[in-house]
């Protein structure tokens, strides 16, 4: 059974780091686009950062040059380290599968809860 | 970056037909795919593609496109269809980034 399941959130105060953890099961996580989708509460959904099968990222300008998303091919597992955490991170944070042709996010995890707030 | 409009809210009867809609620059370029998100879960992939419906979702779902206006259609609206939907494709102005509508609230009446 394919499933991802996020770990790591928490409360952090503003100017924090905070890393996430997507454990991924039934499926190989360097042969797949990985993404990380947001949702701040009682907000619509947001897209956060991609990692290519190759290992090519990108990021949505929001977090740019404070996030990173990376991989250990060898735990199947996706990270997204988070530095320099603002009140606006503040979220529900998504790992989702992602269809590389159509962009589609087609296996999502359950979510964990950031909070930055001092 | 480009953006993507959807209807705040719609409604529709039981059994009913209901189209919810996406319009953006970027769907003139790309196919939108459409999410079902229900309170305090994830949100589950409902079409994809042209109309591609992942395994396990009802084909009373649908999706169609013209111009830059994407339509995810539910036909023979049920009672759990209600729940938020929300659409997104690539960035026309940066294909390596993504853009989500801002979401539609349906109510089944």
């Known amino acids: 059974e394919v499933q991802l399941v996020e770990s790591g959130g928490g409360l952090v105060q503003p100017g924090g780091s905070l890393r996430l953890s997507c454990a991924t099961s039934?499926?190989?996580?360097?042969?797949?686009?990985m993404s990380w989708v947001r949702q701040a509460p009682g907000k619509g959904l947001e897209w956060v950062s991609v990692?290519?099968?190759?290992?090519?990222?990108y990021y949505a300008d929001s977090v740019k040059g404070r996030f990173t998303i990376s991989r250990d091919n060898s735990k199947n597992t996706l990270y997204l380290q988070m530095n320099s955490l603002r009140g606006e991170d503040t979220a529900v944070y998504y790992c989702?599968?992602?269809?590389?042709?159509?962009?589609?996010?087609?296996?999502w995890g359950q979510g964990t809860m950031v909070t930055v707030s001092s | 970056s480009s953006e993507l409009t959807q209807d705040p809210a719609v409604s529709v009867a039981l059994g009913q037909t209901v189209r919810i809609t996406c319009q953006g620059d970027?769907?003139?370029?790309?196919?939108a795919s459409w999410y079902q998100q229900k309170p305090r879960q994830a949100p589950v992939l409902v079409i994809y593609?042209?109309?591609n419906r992942p395994s396990g979702i009802p084909d009373r779902f649908s999706g169609s496109s013209s111009g830059n206006t994407a339509s995810l259609t539910i036909t023979g609206a049920q009672a759990e269809d209600e729940a938020d939907y929300y659409c997104?494709?690539?960035?026309?102005?940066?294909?390596?980034?993504?853009?989500f509508g801002g979401g539609t609230k349906l109510t089944v009446l």
């Open positions: 989702a599968r992602t269809n590389e042709l159509w962009f589609a996010f087609d296996i």
């Open positions: 039934g499926f190989i996580v360097s042969s797949k686009y």
């Open positions: 990692i290519y099968s190759g290992g090519t990222t």
């Open positions: 970027s769907l003139r370029s790309y196919y």
């Open positions: 593609g042209k109309n």
């Open positions: 997104n494709s690539r960035d026309s102005s940066d294909n390596h980034q993504v853009v």
